[in-house]
C-alpha cells in the first residue's frame, strides 16, 4: 500500500508538471490599454530595426498628429525595447510554476553490497507553488502597468514634438513676412533721413529693428530643421533629414474645462502608475506567506534496494521502502527573508501614498496651466486678434483715401503679424497642457 501512495503522490507532481503557467497580462494586455487611450495599437513583435508604417498611412500625404502617434507606437527603438521586458515577466511566471526535478541516486552492488538507491521528490513546492505563482503574476501585473504607462509618456512626446514642429514651421512663415514688413519701414526711414524727417538715431533704430527680425528668422529656421529631427527620431525613422508633411488641425473649438476635482478623480482611476502601485503592495503581500511557507522543506523519500536470497538481477532493485525528509525549523526559520518581504510590503504601501501625492500634484499642475493658456486662447480670439485685424482695415481705408502716409498701415500690419504670431504659440501652448493633461490623469477625454 505504501508504494502505491508514493506513486500516487509522484503522479499528483507530474501532473502539475504538466499544467502549464501562463501570465494573466501579456502583450494584448498593453496593446487594449493604448488602443482605448490614444486609438492606435503597439502592433505585432518584429525584428530590430524594421520600420513600417501602420495601416491606411502613407508619408507622402502628410501625416496628423494621431498618425504620428501610431507610427511612433510601432517603430520607436526605446519604446520596442521597453516591450521586451513583457515576455520576460511572462517567463517569471512559468518559471514560478516549475517544479523542481526528482533526484534519483544508484549504487551498483559491488564487494556484498547489494544494489540501492534513492528518488527524492520535494513535495513542500505542492503548498508553496501557489503564492509563488500569484507574486509573479502581481509582478508581471506591474510590469504591464509600467509599460503602459511608457507608452503614456510616448504619446506625449510625439504629440508635443509634433505641436512643437508646427508652430516653428508657422513661426518662421509669420516671421518671414514680419521681415518683409520690417525691411520696407527700414526702407522708408532710410528715405525720411535722406529728406531730413526724422533723425540719425530713429533711422538706426529701423535698420536695427530690420537686423533682429531677419536674426529671429534664421533661429526660427533652424529650430525647424532641429525639431523636424527630433519628431522623426521618436517616429521610429532611421534617417533624421526626412522632412515630414504636417496635417495641420487646430485647436479643437469644443474644448471645456472641468472642474479640477473631476480630473483628480480620472486619475485615481485611470492612472496606470496606480495600478501597478496596486500590484506591488498584492505581490509584497504573496511575497511574505511565500516565504512563510519555506520554513521548512518536505521531500518524500522513495527507497529501492535489491534484498540477498531473492530472485532476480542482483543489479535491479526488488524492494521498495518510502519515507520523508524534513528539514527542522530549529536554527533558521527563514526569519531574514521573512523580514525582508515585510519590510517590502511596508516600502510598497509607503510608495503609494507618496504616489498618490505625486499624482495629484501633477494633475493639479496641469489643470492650472490648461486653465491658463484655455483663458488667454479665448482672450486672442475673442478680442485681441480681431482688434488687430481691425485697426489694420482702418489704416488701409485712411491710406485709400489719402489721408495718411504708407508707414502707418506698415506699422498696423507689423503689430498684426506679432498677434498672429503669439496666437499661434497660445494655441501650441494649448494642445501641449491638453496632452499633459491627458498623460497626468492617464485617459484621453473627449474634447480634451
Not at 525647424?224 to 522623426?232: A, P
Not at 503689430?415 to 498623460?439: D, H, M
Request: with cysteine; net charge neutral.
Amino acid at each position: 500500500m505504501k508504494p502505491r501512495m508514493s506513486i500516487w503522490a509522484l503522479s499528483v507532481i507530474t501532473t502539475l508538471v504538466g499544467c502549464a503557467t501562463e501570465s494573466r497580462v501579456n502583450r494584448r494586455t498593453i496593446d487594449d490599454a493604448v488602443k482605448a487611450y490614444s486609438g492606435a495599437g503597439i502592433g505585432e513583435r518584429k525584428e530590430a530595426g524594421r520600420f513600417d508604417l501602420p495601416p491606411g498611412i502613407t508619408l507622402d500625404s502628410g501625416i496628423t498628429i494621431d498618425d504620428a502617434v501610431a507610427i511612433a507606437l510601432r517603430n520607436n527603438a526605446q519604446f520596442q525595447a521597453d516591450l521586451a521586458s513583457m515576455p520576460i515577466a511572462e517567463a517569471d511566471v512559468v518559471d514560478a510554476g516549475t517544479i523542481p526535478n526528482p533526484v534519483l541516486r544508484y549504487l551498483s552492488p559491488n564487494a556484498g553490497i547489494v544494489a540501492q538507491g534513492y528518488l527524492n521528490v520535494a513535495i513542500d513546492v505542492l503548498w508553496q507553488r501557489p503564492a509563488r505563482i500569484e507574486a509573479a503574476q502581481r509582478d508581471a501585473e506591474r510590469m504591464a502597468s509600467l509599460l503602459i504607462r511608457r507608452s503614456y509618456t510616448l504619446i506625449r512626446d510625439v504629440q508635443v514634438a509634433y505641436i512643437d514642429l508646427q508652430l516653428a514651421r508657422e513661426r518662421a512663415h509669420l516671421l518671414t513676412e514680419n521681415l518683409a514688413l520690417r525691411t520696407q519701414l527700414s526702407e522708408i526711414a532710410g528715405s525720411r533721413l535722406r529728406h531730413g524727417d526724422i533723425s540719425d538715431l530713429e533711422a538706426t533704430v529701423s535698420r536695427t529693428d530690420s537686423a533682429t527680425a531677419a536674426d529671429d528668422l534664421q533661429r526660427a529656421v533652424l529650430d525647424t530643421l532641429l525639431l523636424g529631427n527630433r519628431l522623426t527620431t521618436l517616429l521610429g525613422m532611421q534617417t533624421t533629414d526626412t522632412t515630414l508633411r504636417l496635417t495641420v488641425k487646430k485647436v479643437h473649438d469644443s474644448l471645456v474645462l472641468l472642474p479640477k476635482e473631476r480630473y483628480l478623480e480620472l486619475a485615481w482611476s485611470y492612472q496606470p502608475e496606480m495600478v501597478a502601485a496596486k500590484a506591488a503592495i498584492e505581490a509584497a503581500g504573496e511575497r511574505i506567506g511565500w516565504e512563510k511557507s519555506k520554513v521548512a522543506s518536505l521531500t518524500a523519500v522513495l527507497n529501492y534496494q535489491h534484498v540477498n536470497g531473492t530472485s532476480g538481477n542482483a543489479w535491479l532493485p526488488n524492494a521498495v521502502n518510502p519515507g520523508i525528509q524534513i528539514e527542522l525549523p530549529i536554527l533558521n526559520r527563514n526569519q531574514g527573508k521573512i523580514m525582508r518581504a515585510e519590510a517590502e510590503l511596508d516600502q510598497a504601501m509607503l510608495q503609494y501614498v507618496a504616489l498618490r501625492q505625486r499624482i495629484a500634484l501633477d494633475v493639479t499642475d496641469s489643470y492650472n496651466r490648461y486653465a491658463q493658456v484655455w483663458n488667454s486662447c479665448a482672450i486672442w480670439n475673442t478680442d485681441m486678434l480681431p482688434s488687430l485685424e481691425q485697426a489694420v482695415r482702418l489704416v488701409r481705408e485712411s491710406y485709400r483715401r489719402g489721408d495718411i502716409s504708407y508707414l502707418p498701415v506698415l506699422e498696423a500690419m507689423r503689430q498684426l503679424a506679432n498677434g498672429k504670431l503669439r496666437k499661434a504659440e497660445i494655441e501650441a501652448e494649448l494642445q501641449r497642457t491638453v496632452s499633459q493633461l491627458n498623460y497626468s490623469i492617464g485617459k484621453n477625454i473627449p474634447g480634451q
